[in-house]
């Protein structure tokens, strides 16, 4: 099958017989099976509460429920306009009694408020839609810059069937995904000197999930080294930073007309100020937080500073290197695995394109992150045993039960679970640093091969002779 | 001219995204309706909705007591001078309160009840000096001052209840403390003030287990607060109607008669959920003297569903309240004889 991935698509039909639609086919099927019935529902919740909202005509932040910049929330409304006109979803979701006991348990983020198995895939779609089209800008990207068909083809797969995206998209029901999308427009817009719409795209993103604006600096660098000597590059900037802020502008009008802009900003102050922390381990953490978010501003425009002194012919490698870098170090803190959406895009391309040992740090953030998301157990099928016939709720209720039996004092399999996946998966962000700090100090050895993980479709993929 | 995919892309999704920012903010896409015709013994109710939602109907006869149609809302000026010292006392844990008070007036004005004043010390004294009579007063702080209550059955407020205002109380212990000049006081006696006899629960924060039925209010209200803590007894004193949730014999919601007049407490600490609560139940006007007559539920889909109900007689007294959206009730609407 790896061997058609280098043929060319140039029809339809072409399409149909490459292996990227049969791995397109797979990623979708994967979404379309998990995304009605598995749900974090603390997190669904809120998406119905918003739509309830939007109708009340109460705008994004009037009534509780809607804690992130606007992007989101303007999607939602739109959902909900669609949702209106065609679809019969009834119910969005309801309090099931027999879930409550699971609130007793306060080290989580759990609710017995569960949304319908409609309300779920009715939601995911988009999510499902996104991931297509990243996974489409991913494989545009390494095209563009290998000529490889194979290695498209393959970074379409790591990221369209990498498990932390599918689980993120289909359970978790995250929205990172168009962060993620804005993001990677941004930059082919960058790479095609259409600077004017990468702002407007940047902005998008950032209003979306605020981790891109890490990225607004390295971007501004490449615009200016892409320019020198042309005389263009203060043009350039100008042309990027109206279109930022004319989308803030027009993004952000009706929340700062309705007087609701600190709300609006909440995902942001809320972790730049700190917690209300007690202990000292919190204060420990909400201190060190905001320690990781000034160092991530002070790393932005030492590497901008880095890329502004490349020769225009390493511009773009050196590009998506230290993109790599600064996102991978964005998530030292905080972790989460759907904040890593981000971060796969990145990796992928520096993986297919530059380095194909990082494909360790793939492996840990996927495998990490997915069994985090699948630390949620039985919690996640609680849709499943309040709208249908396919798992009883005592099952259910009683194996979330089993999970929260302590092995040891004081901490139950659940804790393992999280705190174990979590550290494979944070292992796999500290390796990407590693990887350039080895790389920085001691030399790249061994050239940008693509070895096997073990699978034997992969050991017979090479890195083409240049 | 080739037209470039990405930027044909790029400029479709923020087409999107701007269409929905329209819609949030710019036009009126969603309507929902409720009317009602009383009449020859039955009412005869429309509920309209331009999507696809489930809606309640609670048909009720207010009997003797009248609905309540002006809520205030008592805004603690000095709420945060004393926090501290109530927290330690009571283990309350507190709230913004002025955006809490908010978010109940926006929820209320979503369910059609739009008479509501917020008020301070000084003009919560004046509105006490009425007859209380179709009048709601929601508080939501853990103490009032002195001059409305001090912890004695004379105080202002008790006569203010007893003569046919509803006290509505929630996140915090129901009359635990008044302020003195600069000093937060302690009731000894308030459960007996307010209900002859202990009644609030104080301590247990588990979340309730079991579904009170409350005559079917409880689903038809689609309540969600599963929260005992200061709320009362499930069967404290006579003429008590408990609703929402119940765990060791407390309740989440119970309203009781108090002379002419009603109390009804939310328990647990505030809450998004207790907000929408407490919002269904003093839009609905139900209180402890209304009698449930019937409740009809169903679904209506881009258009009007017609519902008929036959009532006892056709007097003033009865009433309908009509909530769209089920637990994510999006339109609420209480209806009654012209």
């Known amino acids: 099958m790896l061997s058609e991935a280098g043929s060319p698509i140039y029809s339809a039909g072409s399409l149909f017989r490459h292996p990227i639609f049969l791995i397109a086919v797979i990623g979708i099927a994967a979404r379309l099976l998990i995304s009605p019935f598995a749900e974090v529902g603390y997190d669904s919740d809120f998406w119905a509460t918003i739509i309830r909202n939007l109708?009340?005509?109460?705008?994004?932040?009037?009534?509780?429920?809607?804690?992130?910049?606007?992007?989101?929330?303007?999607?939602?409304?739109?959902?909900?306009?669609?949702?209106?006109?065609?679809?019969?979803?009834?119910?969005?979701?309801?309090?099931?009694?027999?879930?409550?006991p699971v609130e007793s348990y306060t080290d989580w983020f759990f609710s017995a408020t569960v949304t319908s198995v409609a309300f779920n895939f009715w939601i995911k779609i988009p999510f499902m839609i996104s991931d297509l089209l990243v996974g489409y800008?991913?494989?545009?990207?390494?095209?563009d810059k290998t000529g490889d068909m194979k290695k498209a083809t393959?970074?379409?797969?790591?990221?369209?069937?990498?498990?932390?995206?599918?689980?993120?998209?289909?359970?978790?029901g995250m929205f990172d995904t168009f962060s993620v999308l804005f993001t990677l427009l941004c930059v082919v817009m960058v790479r095609k000197d259409k600077l004017f719409l990468a702002g407007v795209l940047l902005s998008f993103a950032v209003l979306t999930k605020f981790f891109p604006a890490y990225l607004i600096f390295i971007l501004m660098a490449y615009a200016v080294v892409r320019h020198r000597g042309d005389g263009k590059a203060a043009v350039s900037l100008l042309k990027a930073s109206a279109g930022m802020?004319?989308?803030?502008?027009?993004?952000?009008a009706p929340i700062i007309a309705e007087g609701s802009l600190s709300e609006s900003l909440l995902f942001i102050t809320s972790r730049a100020g700190g917690t209300d922390a007690v202990t000292f381990i919190e204060e420990l953490v909400s201190k060190g937080a905001i320690a990781i978010y000034l160092i991530g501003i002070f790393l932005a425009i030492v590497l901008a500073f880095l890329l502004a002194g490349k020769k225009k012919d390493e511009l773009d490698d050196s590009f998506f290197k230290y993109t790599l870098l600064m996102v991978a170090f964005v998530f030292v803190y905080p972790p989460t695995p759907q904040y890593l959406m981000l971060l796969i895009p990145f990796l992928v391309i520096y993986m297919l394109t530059q380095d194909w040992k990082f494909r360790w740090s793939w492996l840990l953030i996927s495998l990490g992150g997915t069994a985090f998301i699948l630390s949620g157990n039985f919690m996640l099928f609680l849709s499943i045993g309040t709208f249908t016939d396919l798992m009883s709720m005592d099952l259910i209720i009683s194996m979330i039960n089993w999970f929260h039996t302590p092995v040891l004092p004081g901490v139950s399999l659940m804790h393992i679970l999280y705190n174990a996946t979590g550290m494979i998966q944070y292992a796999g962000i500290l390796s990407i640093i590693a990887l350039f700090l080895k790389e920085r100090y001691a030399g790249s050895r061994g050239g940008p091969r693509i070895i096997s993980f073990g699978l034997p479709r992969f050991s017979s993929y090479r890195q083409p002779k240049s | 001219m080739k037209i470039d995919t990405m930027v044909l892309l790029s400029v479709a999704l923020c087409a999107v995204v701007l269409a929905g920012e329209l819609t949030a903010y710019g036009t009126d896409f969603h309507s929902y309706s409720a009317d009602a015709e009383f009449g020859d013994g039955r009412i005869s109710l429309s509920v309209t909705s331009s999507g696809s939602d489930t809606y309640s109907a609670v048909f009720t006869d207010s009997g003797t007591h009248a609905p309540v149609t002006k809520l205030y809302i008592y805004l603690d000026e000095r709420y945060d001078e004393f926090l501290e010292e109530a927290r330690e006392a009571s283990g309350l844990r507190g709230t913004n309160q002025e955006y809490s008070a908010n978010q109940v007036y926006k929820s209320l004005r979503a369910r059609g009840f739009n008479d509501i004043s917020i008020c301070n010390d000084a003009e919560l004294y004046a509105m006490l000096g009425g007859s209380g009579i179709s009048e709601g007063l929601l508080v939501m702080s853990y103490a009032l001052p002195e001059s409305i209550y001090s912890g004695s059955p004379g105080d202002i407020l008790f006569k203010w209840i007893s003569s046919g205002g509803s006290l509505y109380w929630m996140s915090s212990p129901i009359g635990m403390f008044y302020r003195t000049g600069d000093r937060l006081s302690k009731a000894e006696n308030a459960q007996e003030l307010f209900f002859g006899a202990e009644c609030v629960n104080a301590e247990d924060t588990d979340p309730a287990l079991s579904v009170i039925d409350g005559g079917g209010l409880t689903d038809a209200l689609y309540l969600k607060w599963n929260r005992t803590l200061y709320g009362l007894k499930l069967s404290c004193i006579e003429g008590q109607v408990s609703m929402g949730f119940s765990m060791n014999g407390y309740s989440s919601v119970s309203m009781v008669p108090f002379g002419s007049g009603m109390i009804c407490v939310i328990g647990g600490h505030y809450d998004r959920y207790q907000c929408d609560d407490v919002s269904q139940i003093i839009a609905s006007g139900i209180s402890c003297y209304s009698k449930i007559l019937g409740v009809r539920t169903g679904t209506v889909t881009r258009g009007t569903a017609e519902i008929l109900f036959d009532t006892p007689s056709d007097d003033g007294n009865i009433s309908v309240y009509v909530s769209i959206g089920g637990y994510y009730t999006v339109?609420?609407?209480?209806?009654?004889?012209?």
């Open chain 1, 137 to 143: 800008i991913v494989y545009r990207i390494i095209k």
């Open chain 2, 331 to 338: 339109f609420g609407r209480s209806l009654r004889a012209q």
């Open chain 1, 154 to 172: 393959v970074g379409f797969a790591l990221w369209f069937c990498c498990p932390l995206v599918i689980c993120v998209t289909s359970i978790s």
């Open chain 1, 55 to 100: 109708e009340s005509r109460e705008g994004l932040y009037g009534l509780e429920g809607y804690y992130y910049s606007p992007v989101w929330g303007y999607i939602l409304s739109f959902m909900s306009v669609i949702q209106e006109l065609f679809l019969n979803i009834d119910v969005m979701g309801l309090r099931a009694v027999e879930a409550f």
């Open chain 1, 245 to 252: 802020v004319l989308a803030f502008l027009v993004l952000m």
